[in-house]
T-cell receptor, first 112, second 116 residues
């Protein structure tokens, strides 16, 4: 089944404790991206990648890192999480930057 | 910069009735894509319908159709014969076709409730 898989689905952590949210897609998509969803703000792009070893900042990149060492994986790294990073995070992928995005099931992150 | 506006934070409809969700956008580009995504309580993001700006014909997917007015920069979603399973938050989104790698820009969403 074609899908984007994010893990974990729920994560509670404390300020400053490094964490990684994994994302993997099995559709051989070139384009991958991360969004955060906050009430009243919709979804905003954090980072995106157009291919292996190519990543770029989105609209809200501060406090996040990503890597794209393999085509299928695009992890989101929070080196020192803070409470304002409490949010619902989505990974998404598409065949190219003009195709519809396929979303993962989301990761609910709480930073206390 | 492009913006997407959904002016209806909440809408309600009765089963079997028709409802229209509004979306307007602002752009100076001529080539772009517009989307409607559905987010049910499971929080999964599901693509409902897609419209290419250079196509004048309105997109249709079963009970879902759009009214795309390019000059007015309007992209409304019509849901016909509403079902309980249509209850969700709906997001309108814009994506540039001119600039590679650009983000999908979302509106703030409309919560649709369906009553029996």
């Amino acid at each position: 089944e074609a899908q984007v898989t994010q893990n974990p689905r729920y994560l509670i952590t404390v300020t400053g404790k490094k964490l990684t949210v994994t994302c993997s897609q099995n559709m051989n998509h070139e384009y991958m991206s991360w969004y955060r969803q906050d009430p009243g703000l919709g979804l905003r792009q954090i980072y995106y990648s157009m291919n292996v070893e190519v990543t770029d900042k989105g609209d809200v990149p501060e406090g996040y890192k990503v890597s794209r060492k393999e085509k299928r994986n695009f992890p989101l790294i929070l080196e020192s999480p803070s409470p304002n990073q409490t949010s619902l995070y989505f990974c998404a992928s598409s065949f190219d930057s003009n195709s519809p995005l396929h979303f993962g099931n989301g990761t609910r992150l709480t930073v206390t | 910069a492009q913006t997407v506006t959904q002016s209806q934070p909440e809408m309600s409809v009765q089963e079997a009735e028709t409802v229209t969700l509004s979306c307007t956008y602002d752009t100076s580009e001529s080539d772009y894509y517009l989307f409607w995504y559905k987010q049910p309580p499971s929080r999964q993001m599901i693509l409902v319908i897609r419209q290419e700006a250079y196509k004048q014909q309105n997109a249709t997917e079963n009970r879902f159709s759009v009214n795309f007015q390019k000059a007015a920069k309007s992209f409304s979603l019509k849901i016909s014969d509403s079902q309980l399973g249509d209850a969700a938050m709906y997001f309108c989104a814009y994506r540039s076709a001119d600039q590679a790698g650009t983000a999908l820009i979302f509106g703030k969403g409309t919560t649709l409730s369906v009553s029996s």
